[in-house]
């Protein structure tokens, strides 16, 4: 029977503190002098490593994997043993604030995440509440300090929550969906409706990710994949609006540095500006924007995070090696980037590519960041 480790009931914090032997990714996001681009890699921890995929039978279930603090440690800690990343992302899911509100969240091979509840009226909406991050969520948080004294200090480890409105998506549709009826049904119908759930989130993410950094988080992203199923208007008042309120509500520093948070609308390129004036230190970028003009657009205001195509990952070593190359002669010479696929990357994906993706970015880099 598996365990979950209770390190967060068993350890002194200041264990935790160790000195940050490699802190290229803060530096970056914080628009620092760096020696050569950071990276890492969305979705660093997964199927596409046979590590991962041991563990994750030995497991039973993806949701024992994420609720068990010393597994998600381990396969969090995995793909920093294989190559030479800059940050570790802990292992878990974006949907665990609203299975912590009791709506049931399970996974369904071949379907996805789903979920036992759905949101689909006033009555429901009102009988959600801010989780107890120390009864429901406790567990993310021992994966995080657990981490943070198992990486002792080799990079910085990123705690993450989706946003508002992604939750809302798979709240209310109960599981993924193609055309999000029922929600935008819900958004254009009963607004007052949507904007109450939002809100609920709101303030549940911001505890959440308050609580990621107390257990030992170094920084943070906010991840938006259904942003872009939005019209602008709507994405401003639905979206925009609700992770401004989480950026503002955060803690920004701790073990005397700040917290730099990254946003990333998946499909939001053409809201850049909008983003950038949000107060996030990083704005991620999917691969339909080209990033030597989201530079032009943002100009010094933030760090941008991107964005290669995940599928170059099925192409030879060598190309992989061009692409990588490619994307940082677009962003050019000077502070303000970090490295990364432009969406999660992909569970068949052969991880000697991942290999060559991360070397040659710390290969071909160092020109552009030279005094």
């Given at each position: 029977?598996?365990k979950?480790?209770?390190?967060?009931?068993?350890?002194?914090?200041?264990?935790?503190v160790?000195?940050?032997?490699?802190?290229?990714y803060?530096?970056?996001?914080?628009?620092?002098?760096?020696?050569?681009?950071?990276?890492?890699?969305?979705?660093?921890?997964?199927?596409?490593?046979?590590?991962?995929?041991?563990?994750?039978?030995e497991?039973?279930?993806?949701?024992?994997?994420?609720?068990?603090?010393d597994?998600?440690?381990?396969?969090?800690?995995q793909?920093?043993?294989r190559?030479?990343?800059?940050?570790?992302?802990?292992?878990s899911?974006?949907?665990?604030?609203?299975d912590?509100?009791?709506?049931?969240?399970?996974?369904?091979?071949?379907?996805?995440?789903?979920?036992?509840?759905t949101?689909?009226?006033?009555?429901?909406?009102?009988?959600?509440?801010?989780?107890d991050?120390?009864?429901?969520l406790?567990?993310?948080?021992?994966?995080?300090?657990?981490?943070?004294?198992e990486?002792?200090?080799?990079?910085?480890?990123?705690?993450?929550?989706?946003?508002?409105?992604?939750?809302?998506?798979?709240?209310?549709e109960g599981?993924t969906?193609?055309?999000?009826?029922?929600?935008?049904?819900m958004?254009?119908?009963?607004?007052?409706?949507?904007?109450?759930?939002?809100?609920?989130?709101?303030?549940?993410?911001?505890?959440?990710?308050?609580?990621?950094?107390?257990?030992?988080?170094?920084?943070?992203?906010?991840?938006?994949?259904?942003?872009?199923?939005?019209s602008?208007?709507?994405?401003?008042?639905?979206?925009?609006t609700?992770?401004?309120?989480?950026?503002n509500?955060?803690?920004?520093?701790?073990?005397?540095?700040?917290?730099?948070i990254?946003?990333f609308?998946?499909?939001?390129?053409?809201?850049?500006?909008?983003?950038?004036?949000?107060?996030?230190?990083?704005?991620?970028?999917?691969?339909?924007?080209?990033?030597?003009?989201?530079?032009?657009?943002?100009?010094?205001k933030?760090?941008?995070?991107?964005?290669?195509?995940?599928?170059?990952?099925?192409?030879?070593?060598?190309?992989?090696e061009?692409e990588?190359?490619?994307?940082?002669?677009?962003?050019?010479?000077?502070?303000?980037?970090?490295?990364?696929?432009?969406?999660?990357?992909?569970?068949?994906?052969?991880?000697?590519?991942?290999?060559?993706?991360?070397?040659?970015?710390?290969?071909?880099?160092?020109?552009?960041?030279?005094?």
């Amino acid at each position: 029977m598996i365990k979950p480790f209770l390190y967060l009931q068993t350890q002194n914090q200041d264990e935790v503190v160790a000195e940050l032997k490699n802190d290229r990714y803060l530096r970056a996001l914080l628009r620092q002098p760096v020696d050569r681009t950071p990276v890492w890699v969305m979705r660093q921890a997964g199927r596409y490593l046979p590590e991962y995929r041991e563990v994750r039978a030995e497991a039973g279930s993806f949701m024992t994997l994420c609720s068990t603090p010393d597994l998600a440690c381990e396969v969090t800690l995995q793909p920093l043993r294989r190559f030479d990343l800059d940050a570790a992302i802990i292992f878990s899911d974006i949907l665990t604030i609203p299975d912590a509100m009791g709506l049931g969240l399970h996974f369904v091979t071949g379907e996805g995440p789903k979920f036992s509840s759905t949101i689909r009226s006033a009555a429901d909406i009102k009988q959600l509440a801010v989780p107890d991050m120390a009864d429901k969520l406790g567990y993310v948080m021992d994966a995080i300090s657990l981490t943070r004294r198992e990486l002792d200090g080799k990079v910085p480890l990123i705690g993450f929550s989706g946003s508002p409105w992604t939750l809302a998506c798979y709240m209310v549709e109960g599981g993924t969906s193609k055309d999000f009826a029922k929600v935008k049904g819900m958004l254009f119908d009963a607004p007052d409706q949507m904007h109450a759930l939002l809100d609920i989130l709101a303030d549940s993410v911001i505890a959440y990710l308050n609580a990621q950094i107390e257990a030992g988080a170094q920084a943070l992203m906010l991840f938006d994949t259904w942003g872009g199923s939005l019209s602008p208007a709507n994405y401003r008042e639905f979206s925009l609006t609700y992770m401004e309120k989480i950026v503002n509500g955060l803690t920004r520093k701790a073990d005397g540095r700040e917290v730099p948070i990254t946003m990333f609308t998946k499909g939001g390129g053409q809201w850049l500006e909008w983003m950038a004036e949000t107060g996030v230190n990083g704005v991620g970028l999917d691969w339909t924007t080209d990033i030597s003009q989201a530079r032009k657009r943002v100009g010094d205001k933030v760090t941008l995070q991107g964005n290669m195509d995940p599928c170059v990952l099925y192409a030879s070593g060598d190309r992989v090696e061009q692409e990588v190359a490619r994307i940082l002669a677009d962003f050019g010479r000077g502070e303000g980037h970090v490295f990364n696929l432009g969406h999660g990357i992909h569970p068949t994906v052969n991880p000697d590519n991942m290999a060559r993706l991360v070397d040659a970015v710390h290969k071909h880099s160092a020109q552009y960041h030279q005094s």
